[in-house]
């Protein structure tokens, strides 16, 4: 079992900043991806970055590239989203996941994590 806990989510006006943390516990292995999603109302749950800890490579959606910078420490078991240039499009609820199975193809499909955090909204006004 893996337990993830987000925080960090919030109200900002556009342009704004905000971070988000996830730590987790229990049962981790360092073959597992970690990932952020989100799921704006109405809308289907959507990649937003990624990590594949053997090299620690990084993945971004098109849409937060250059804007959002995933990070981690591994010495507390804890990833971070850093959100710079907040626009109202990226209200939503925000998820840390954890992928258990580590397979590079299916590092952005939501379907293949395993562990899922509580969310934490995050809503931008403009």
């Known amino acids: 079992q893996v337990q993830l806990v987000e925080s960090g989510g919030g109200l900002v006006q556009a342009g704004g900043s905000l971070r988000l943390s996830c730590a987790a516990s229990?049962?981790?292995?360092?073959?597992?991806?970690m990932g952020w999603f989100r799921q704006a109302p109405g809308k289907e749950r959507e990649f937003v970055a990624a990590i594949r800890w053997p090299g620690r490579t990084l993945y971004y959606a098109d849409s937060v590239k250059g804007r959002f910078t995933f990070t981690a420490d591994s010495t507390k078991n804890t990833v971070y989203l850093e959100m710079n240039s907040l626009k109202p499009d990226d209200t939503a609820v925000y998820y840390c996941a954890a992928d258990t199975g580590g397979i590079l193809s299916s590092i952005r499909n939501h379907a293949h994590y395993d562990y899922w955090g509580q969310g934490t909204q995050v809503t931008v006004s403009s």
């Open positions: 229990g049962r981790i292995s360092s073959r597992f991806h």
